[in-house]
């Protein structure tokens, strides 16, 4: 085929590109690790340590070390059985080299090694080597010490670059030790992610939720970067006892003993151990963590489902039974059950399917039908030998059913009333022309001034403003009704779309981008902080989905006066402050802005709604149960966790 004005377009096997060994990994991470970002800087560290811990699930050793080291690599250590040193009689390499150069390959495929394993897909070591300068690994084993180093370097049988290529072969040390285990350390590449800077408090998080998912076993964290060396020891003694003592520390729980139950089951020769544990709070919003062989699940899967449906049956069942519920009277559903309740679902899963290389959905059928059934009989045994306790959760959940049905109303009305037209938001909301979901913005604006001058600034045709008056409620204190009734509340999730809680719909979701735009003071953040809770609490999936960000306007205006007219540099920092005055040099001025409304139309749709020049923060949930504890502490209503939190952290 001939292009106009083009040679013509020549399609051969010469245009085929072959990658060789490693190299898919580097051309593609987001495949492997999720993203470049710090989700998946921090991912690498997650694929070595599933290894450590696999080894001290199945009972091979009970002791992990993580080490950030000053020279921005990461030392991970285990005391289990160690990686295989032997030679492969097919592949002659050692399993050392295997692991650490060849996709799929580990231990983990046959359950022979491993009763159950995070780490399913056999590319974790391997990922991790091809996306870092250089890697050792040291493996103690039958008394001896081996080391082996791979590097980002020249491949002498492709004779090019080629990551995670061995520079040395598996070398046996002539020092003796009567210890086992391995040792990994690597240097994530600079030129993969945007910062190799690994953050203590991600690190911190999760390794408190495995103490707490692996009771009696030691985690250590030792952080070298700082003058000051930094050590954490973890450990549980009560495991998801302590787990859900954790995430309450700052709800009201309405039963102080949580229910804890466990149970084995096999289907089709696929094992599934589970262990539950649930507490009720006064909140007015469910949260469950749920974990796979370690692994947590943020994204759910048919663990999760089984254990919901199996859990609703039960309730129903009795319920009848109690006479709590007459034939003619409507049912509660499952999320009526389930307002204010904490649950931690931990699975151990033989041959676990994950949706994706990061492993945030499980995928199994066989383990919804286990969960389920587990879930069932064990509810129904507890309710049974609780059933004062029982009736007053299904009463909740009576109460609650007939709060969703009035809640339902209203929403059909408010939709009834706005139909897809935007007349009704009229004063209320500037809305954008363009009706294509996937190019426009929803922007809330501190206050009416601002406001005003985000409505000039933006370019109407894929903007939307809604000024917002002040300080919305913090919806983590209200009921629930009264967040519903609110007014301004009210208008965003008509104007949005997608309905809250349980009428949540993406599909109807009618921006792409959801941007809070507030002053860069602490009335701001405040602002900023209430919208973020109320949207995680009630539209969680618009974070989890990727659609809110926070705007970032800038601190100060750096200028001077030139022949060919004003130059301008804008700063967001103090750091960045000092670059721009040094830039423009003598004479400059510096204006401190004070809020969105002292900057001119012009002025904010060049640093804050110009998509080619404004910065934007997505907001994510990368530990979510860090999230929920975080947003439950600082938002709730109860003061003793806030207050020792602020005197630890806060700068006064």
Request: aromatic share 8%; proline share 3%; net charge neutral.
């Amino acid at each position: 085929m001939t292009l106009d004005n083009k040679e013509e377009q020549v399609y051969d096997v010469l245009s085929l590109t072959s990658l060789e060994k490693l190299e898919p990994v580097r051309v593609r991470p987001g495949m492997y690790i999720g993203s470049t970002g710090s989700k998946g800087l921090h991912h690498c560290i997650w694929e070595i340590l599933d290894n450590a811990i696999d080894e001290i699930s199945n009972g091979y050793g009970n002791k992990a070390i993580i080490i950030l080291n000053d020279d921005r690599s990461v030392t991970i250590s285990d005391n289990g059985r160690g990686i295989p040193t032997g030679i492969h009689p097919i592949k002659k390499k050692s399993g050392v080299e295997m692991v650490y150069t060849e996709l799929h390959t580990g231990g983990k495929f046959d359950n022979k090694s491993y009763k159950t394993s995070g780490g399913l897909h056999g590319v974790g070591a391997a990922v991790v080597n091809a996306l870092s300068e250089w890697l050792e690994v040291e493996v103690k084993q039958g008394g001896c010490i081996y080391k082996q180093r791979f590097e980002y370097s020249m491949d002498k049988s492709l004779k090019r670059l080629m990551p995670g290529t061995p520079v040395t072969k598996l070398i046996k040390l002539e020092q003796k030790t009567v210890d086992t285990g391995t040792t990994v350390t690597f240097k994530p590449d600079k030129k993969i992610f945007g910062s190799t800077d690994f953050r203590f408090e991600i690190i911190d998080e999760r390794l408190q939720e495995l103490s707490f998912q692996n009771k009696g076993i030691t985690l250590e964290f030792v952080d070298k970067r700082k003058d000051q060396e930094v050590q954490k020891t973890y450990h549980s003694a009560r495991g998801l006892l302590d787990f859900i003592d954790y995430l309450n520390e700052s709800k009201n729980p309405i039963h102080k003993e949580p229910i804890l139950f466990s149970g084995e089951r096999e289907v089709n020769g696929i094992f599934l151990g589970a262990e539950v544990c649930i507490q009720f709070t006064d909140s007015t919003t469910e949260y469950i963590a749920s974990y796979v062989n370690n692994i947590p699940t943020s994204e759910a899967g048919t663990h999760e489902t089984g254990f919901k449906t199996g859990m609703t049956r039960a309730f129903k069942e009795w319920a009848k039974k109690l006479n709590l519920i007459k034939e003619k009277d409507k049912e509660f559903e499952g999320d009526d059950l389930r307002e204010g309740m904490t649950a931690i679902i931990k699975i151990r899963l033989s041959s676990p399917i994950f949706e994706g290389q990061t492993k945030t959905k499980l995928g199994n059928t066989e383990a919804y039908t286990i969960m389920n059934d587990l879930s069932y009989t064990r509810f129904c045994e507890w309710i049974e030998d609780n059933k004062e306790l029982a009736t007053s959760f299904m009463n909740n959940a009576i109460e609650a059913c007939t709060r969703r049905e009035k809640i339902k109303k209203i929403n059909e009305a408010e939709k009834r009333k706005v139909g897809r037209g935007t007349a009704p938001l009229a004063g209320k909301v500037a809305a954008c022309t363009l009706k294509d979901s996937s190019l426009t913005e929803f922007i809330i604006v501190e206050g009416d001034s601002a406001g005003g001058s985000a409505k000039q600034a933006r370019d109407r045709r894929f903007q939307t403003i809604m000024p917002s008056k002040g300080k919305i409620m913090n919806t983590e204190k209200q009921k629930l009704e009264n967040v519903l009734a609110s007014e301004e509340l009210k208008i965003f999730a008509v104007a949005i779309g997608t309905g809250v809680l349980g009428n949540y719909k993406e599909q109807e979701l009618k921006y792409h981008k959801i941007i809070v735009m507030s002053d860069a003071d602490v009335d701001g953040y405040h602002i900023r902080t209430l919208w973020m809770t109320y949207i995680y609490r009630y539209m969680r999936q618009l974070i989890a989905n990727g659609h809110l960000y926070i705007a970032l306007p800038p601190l100060y205006k750096v200028y001077k006066a030139s022949k060919n007219g004003e130059v301008v540099k804008y700063a967001y920092s103090d750091q960045q402050l000092e670059e721009a005055k040094k830039e423009i040099g003598k004479g400059c001025l510096v204006q401190r802005y004070k809020g969105l409304g002292e900057m001119n139309p012009d002025q904010l749709w060049e640093t804050t709604l110009n998509p080619n020049t404004r910065t934007l923060q997505r907001v994510t949930i990368e530990d979510a149960a860090k999230a929920e504890k975080m947003v439950s502490l600082l938002m709730g209503d109860v003061v003793e966790p806030r207050k020792n939190y602020l005197y630890k952290y806060a700068e006064f």
